[in-house]
């Protein structure tokens, strides 16, 4: 059974910096993985989507990597920002489109 | 605007008591999800359903019920049978494979607890 695990559980850096976040999975046979990030007592919001295939992809100053054969995927922040403050969800998809997900890493970015 | 509408955004259950949360959505999506989420805990799926008058049960069906009677809605009941609902109850939707769209969008939520 696919369990998806996110280290470190919570996070808290100074503005500026650069940050990542892992996320890994025990089953490689995935579909795609998206992170998401999710503000205190709301919904998610979908950051970026990897298919199986690719490596990576970009949005602005996030940077998502994916190693299916590993079993690994990082998010990195760039130049951080008090704004970048949330809890980030990974989430693999699996055969009819159910996502699996990890239980997040809640971040803080202090002025 | 295109999205998903959840509501109430907080509700109270009494013991014994059903209660139904509402999950809207106007992006023509084919597949719609009900999630719970639980503080310190990732989300959890309770059923979900890829086209019309069709569902499957997720891995925590247990105490709901769910129907999808038109495309655009699927509200999830919550029965007295599910001893520990206090919870964040998440809706989402997606378009099915070969849209070109694989991104899975979700609703604000419904905080439900009991009294």
């Known amino acids: 059974k696919q369990e998806v695990t996110q280290i470190p559980a919570a996070l808290s850096v100074p503005e500026g910096e650069n940050l990542v976040l892992n996320c890994s999975f025990t089953?490689?046979?995935?579909?795609?993985l998206q992170w998401f990030r999710q503000d205190p007592g709301k919904g998610l919001t979908s950051l970026l989507l990897?298919?199986?295939?690719?490596r990576e992809q970009t949005s602005g100053r996030l940077n998502a990597s994916l190693d299916k054969s590993s079993g690994r995927s990082t998010l990195y922040i760039a130049a951080s920002q008090p704004g970048d403050s949330a809890t980030y969800l990974c989430?693999?998809?699996?055969?009819?489109?159910?996502?699996?997900f990890g239980k997040g890493t809640k971040l803080s970015v202090k002025p | 605007d295109g999205g998903i509408t959840q509501s109430p955004k907080y509700l109270f259950r009494k013991e014994g008591q059903n209660v139904t949360l509402s999950c809207e959505q106007n992006?023509?999506?084919?597949?719609m999800y009900w999630y719970r989420q639980d503080p310190g805990q990732g989300l959890r799926l309770i059923y979900y359903?890829?086209?019309?008058?069709?569902?499957q049960k997720g891995d925590i069906a247990e105490g709901y019920s769910v129907s999808r009677e038109k495309k655009e809605s699927f509200p999830l009941t919550v029965t007295s049978a599910q001893k520990n609902p206090t919870a964040f109850y998440l809706c989402?939707?997606?378009?099915?494979?070969?849209?070109?769209?694989?991104?899975?969008?979700f609703g604000p939520g419904t905080r439900l607890l009991v009294l």
């Open positions: 359903s890829q086209i019309v008058n069709d569902f």
């Open positions: 990897i298919q199986s295939s690719q």
């Open positions: 989430a693999v998809r699996e055969g009819q489109g159910n996502l699996i």
């Open positions: 089953d490689s046979a995935i579909y795609n």
């Open positions: 989402a939707s997606r378009p099915l494979p070969g849209t070109g769209d694989e991104t899975q969008y």
């Open positions: 992006l023509n999506h084919d597949a």
